[in-house]
């Protein structure tokens, strides 16, 4: 397998979780987005989109969307399971990664950082206050869904799709100076997920294009 | 099963057709965004996050996050299938509908767009314009998709949890006057899925609390 995808981008970190946590061998594929390497041709002719993450199959077939990725190497690749056996837990580790896939996110990546900037004219600071305020109001529903239910990591006392989200979701909040006091679960998961050396060898610091 | 909705939040509207195709008989709770019921300790009381759609099941547990809670209608009352019997077809499935719930809706939700307005003071016109340029990118993804494996729906010959996603888009693109043209298969599947009673029931027009 060949994972396209960008050291700092979390969508791509998310996968990275995934493939560690399951053992799997893949070839690293860097992609520069802040170079603007996923609007050339050699990359738009994978995949039209022109995002990463992009698992290319050893028998040629493309995945993309990082969730949609990870079920599928979940499903092809059963153990250990990221999603778990029953509809509600399933549903529930669901709704916990599309909390951050698609609540916080989406508002916050490079590509609408740029439009806030250049096409709003949007000054740094409050760039910065919309990014903290999604991810904010975001971790915080996080934070009361995981004290509806605690647990080690956020679902049960193993990683699931919903940490492969978390996870990368926090590194972005601490490149941001966002506000993290008051969520002693969620920073908890998290610092139960960076013990484990799959989270740690999937890090933006342990990938071959990184930069400090 | 009791839905906690609004006839134009488009993520309730995704829910409102899965239930429509499975033939599910539902409780129609209306929770109205625009007055903001959804900040009511009503309805915080059953969601902390304060989003729509919320699904409350016969046995009191609650589903949050569109996405989620249709597939855990799927897995409990399989038919009709709205992801497929195989895994490629899921992930492809799947990925579609994140285009929609990754890529588009969340820059486009009455919350964001509030915020353009008031916090960034951002006018109408380039409030509009941020609407159509991502939804306009998003469906640009959609079409590519679509081109490569083009069929009734979006995939395949049935309705899946992908057409869930966009018809409900396609609506919010016309109702903001969103530039459709040069998305052919797309507007086909719309129109194919608009064909089916399931959508037509499920869309904003037939909603009890339907506003025009």
Redesign the interface.
């Known amino acids: 397998m060949k994972l396209y995808n960008y050291f700092r981008s979390s969508a791509s970190f998310r996968v990275r979780i995934a493939l560690e946590l399951k053992g799997l061998a893949y070839e690293y594929r860097a992609v520069h987005l802040a170079k603007g390497e996923q609007k050339q041709p050699e990359f738009t002719a994978l995949t039209?989109?022109g995002?990463v993450p992009l698992l290319e199959l050893d028998d040629g077939?493309r995945?993309?969307?990082s969730?949609?990725?990870i079920?599928?190497l979940d499903?092809?690749h059963p153990q250990p399971a990221l999603l778990l056996a029953d509809?509600?837990g399933?549903?529930?580790v669901?709704?916990l990664a599309?909390?951050v896939?698609?609540?916080i996110?989406?508002?916050n990546n490079l590509r609408?950082l740029k439009?806030?900037v250049h096409?709003?004219k949007?000054g740094d600071e409050?760039k910065n206050?919309?990014y903290r305020?999604w991810v904010r109001l975001g971790l915080?529903?996080y934070e009361?869904?995981l004290a509806a239910q605690p647990a080690t990591y956020s679902h049960g006392d193993a990683p699931t799709l919903a940490d492969c989200c978390l996870v990368p979701q926090i590194f972005n909040a601490q490149r941001f100076d966002c506000d993290l006091s008051g969520l002693p679960r969620t920073m908890a998961v998290f610092e139960a997920c960076m013990k484990l050396p799959a989270f740690q060898r999937a890090q933006p610091s342990a990938c071959p294009d990184f930069e400090a």
Do not use: D, G, K, N
């Open positions: 039209a989109e995002l077939r995945l993309t969307q969730m949609a990725i079920e599928y499903e092809t509809a509600a399933r549903a529930r669901r709704a599309q909390i896939a698609c609540e996110h989406p508002l609408v439009y806030l096409e709003l949007v409050a206050a919309w305020h915080e529903s009361a869904q």
